[in-house]
């Protein structure tokens, strides 16, 4: 072989490697999926959405507590976090050399990548610890400000991507700043911001471990945010280390709509940010 | 940018209707003063809030910080019943399943973002990406108990008898297998951390002009030839940050890990030992916890948690933000 044969070659394996690697990426996700679908679809019937969890060994019951958990504790973060996050984000797109811009989105960085344990132990410290008193409202604080950067970044960026020209067509139709943010700029990406918020609704709807020592978790339904509440995440945890067969039925069930409800929304973001960039294009 | 001229250089006032919807009030639009200010208020709620996070972190772990100070951090007792805590064992766990994740995570990542960016089919370029980035929608706690019922017993009756067998001979790959390990804790975290890493290696291979890639093509190299010389080295402080952002995501990951590494506070050099890291501990003992200062001291593990992964990002972003910047400026 010469040696120009030899480079060839070597060039043909290693992209080859690397296609294998595409597939070794993609087998984790087809793998969960399906190990969720097979172990989890059949539990969900009706009596998974309308019950409480039976009595411990029984069969049957459902994990509507944890729903109504979830949906109450996400519901006050999202009154919470999505005003803040929202008015960050269209302040760092506005004002974008500001100093407080970049101060702003710098530290919305950092929040990003603060572990969401961490916030747990922030806000049992500050809600919790005081009081002496687990609380559903203590857990939409964490969910709150693990939001917070990430709606932030969503708007800024979808802001970014209207173009001047539209900006400043409003502009010099006499309009003034505010109005063209709001009726011009941010109704174009509505649809964009819309969706970007709601999955990082999903996102915090999926997180367990700011909960665990805030919310807590509960057997039982409950509707006071003062207390103790059950949560889809918290529920998967504690049934799938818990010793009952019961227990990991109800498990896979809750964790099949969980990813299922993350995974809807990423799609539906991903369409309507890629249906912006091809009217735009 | 669009900031109102300064009153001297103003023309006359416009008579006739004013602009549409402004809200005048003695000469002045009051509509854009308050839309600003609501703005404002929440830009700086952010770092405010971070702010917080931090004192509140101090004062949880205060008791322990004066009772162990930095000793804690070197120490490998942890005995809530005679209140003695040292988290080097937690410190060591921590880091050493993010090593061995990006071990795993960073060879593949980085193929898959190379490949992605210039061997695939344009066609399939973004697609792909899209669906491994999937990866990184799925909850923590999915993985977990995924790694519980599926992952574990098929490494434990398969991978891990394998690897003792052919690697035995090493201190790492000795002793029982008990499936929950550190190992196991490691391939879950490479799983989870791999799409970011792949993502914004995208993103810098990306941002590399293809001036680049046709000069070594040009001086007659293999397509294989031009990555090597002349796309990954002018990306590689970027894609140096995009394995450094992984490492963020690794150290902090709390849920999987939990559920798979055993939770153990030992030191062990053989990875198929139970271990623990820092936000495993945290997440299993804080809601037993009933001392002041096992309470505290679980608080002060996460201030140190908080603290390194701060450094870790901020690092990461700083190199990202280099590459990307150098390529907008070089654009024409």
């Known amino acids: 072989m010469t040696r120009r044969q030899i480079r060839r070659g070597m060039s043909n394996v290693m992209v080859a490697v690397m296609g ?20 989890g679809a059949s539990s969900l019937n009706l009596a998974f959405f309308l019950e409480t969890t039976s009595a411990a060994g029984t069969t049957g019951g459902g994990v509507a507590h944890a729903i109504v958990g979830t949906l109450l504790m996400v519901g006050a973060a999202a009154l919470m976090g999505l005003p803040i996050g929202i008015a960050a984000g269209m302040y760092a797109a506005e004002y974008a050399n500001t100093r407080l811009a970049v101060v702003t989105r ?7 990548g603060t572990p969401s344990i961490v916030v747990g132990v922030f806000a049992w410290a500050w809600l919790v610890a005081p009081r002496n008193q687990f609380s559903a409202f203590a857990g939409s604080a964490a969910l709150a400000m693990l939001m917070i950067p990430m709606v932030m970044r969503t708007t800024e960026e979808m802001i970014k991507l209207v173009p001047t020209a539209l900006r400043e067509a409003a502009l010099a139709l ?11 700029v941010v109704r174009t990406m509505l649809p964009g911001i819309v969706t970007g918020t709601l999955l990082a609704v999903a996102r915090i709807a999926g997180e367990t471990a700011p909960l665990l020592f805030t919310a807590l978790g509960n057997q039982f339904m409950n509707t006071d945010l003062g207390r103790p509440m059950a949560a889809l995440p918290l529920t998967v945890y504690v049934y799938a280390i818990g010793p009952y067969e019961e227990w990991h039925r109800l498990a896979w069930a809750t964790a099949l709509v969980l990813i299922l409800v993350v995974l809807a929304l990423s799609i539906a973001t991903r369409i309507a940010t890629r249906q912006r960039f091809d009217r735009r294009g | 940018m669009l900031e109102d001229p300064p009153e001297s250089q103003r023309g006359p006032i416009p008579q006739g209707p004013s602009p549409r919807g402004a809200v005048r009030l003695f000469g002045r639009d009051w509509g854009d003063l308050v839309f600003r200010g609501m703005l404002t208020l929440g830009a700086i709620l952010v770092p405010v809030l971070l702010g917080f996070l931090v004192w509140e972190l101090y004062l949880g772990s205060r008791l322990a910080i004066d009772r162990f100070g930095f000793r804690f951090l070197t120490s490998s007792n942890w005995n809530p019943v005679s209140g003695e805590f040292g988290a080097l064992p937690l410190i060591f766990g921590t880091l050493l399943s993010s090593m061995l994740a990006l071990l795993i995570a960073v060879p593949l990542s980085l193929g898959v973002a190379i490949f992605l960016t210039e061997f695939a089919p344009p066609r399939i370029r973004g697609p792909i990406a899209f669906v491994i980035e999937l990866l990184a929608a799925i909850p923590s706690v999915v993985y977990g108990l995924w790694g519980i019922f599926f992952l574990i017993p098929f490494l434990r009756g398969t991978i891990y008898p394998a690897l003792q067998g052919v690697l035995g001979f090493l201190p790492f790959f000795q002793g029982p297998i008990y499936g929950y390990s550190m190992l196991s804790a490691a391939i879950i975290l490479a799983i989870m951390v791999m799409p970011y890493i792949m993502s914004v290696s995208r993103e810098v291979l990306l941002a590399v002009p293809s001036s680049q890639r046709e000069a070594a093509l040009a001086l007659g190299a293999t397509r294989w030839e031009a990555v090597v010389t002349a796309v990954v080295p002018y990306a590689r402080s970027g894609i140096i940050g995009a394995i450094i952002l992984g490492l963020g995501r690794a150290l902090g990951e709390t849920m999987a890990v939990t559920m798979v590494i055993g939770n153990r506070h030992e030191l062990s050099a053989s990875l198929f030992a139970p271990g623990y890291t820092m936000a495993a501990a945290i997440a299993n003992e804080f809601a037993e916890a009933v001392e002041d200062i096992h309470l505290s001291a679980l608080a002060y593990v996460a201030l140190v948690l908080f603290l390194v992964t701060v450094l870790v990002n901020a690092g990461a972003r700083l190199l990202v933000w280099r590459v990307t910047r150098r390529a907008a400026g070089a654009a024409p």
């Open chain 1, 174 to 184: 006499g309009y003034p700043r505010w109005r063209t943010s709001l009726t011009v």
């Open chain 1, 20 to 39: 294998g690697a595409v597939v070794v990426a993609v087998l984790p996700l087809l793998l969960i999926l399906g190990t969720l679908v097979i172990r």
């Open chain 1, 106 to 112: 710098f530290v919305a960085d950092v929040m990003n």
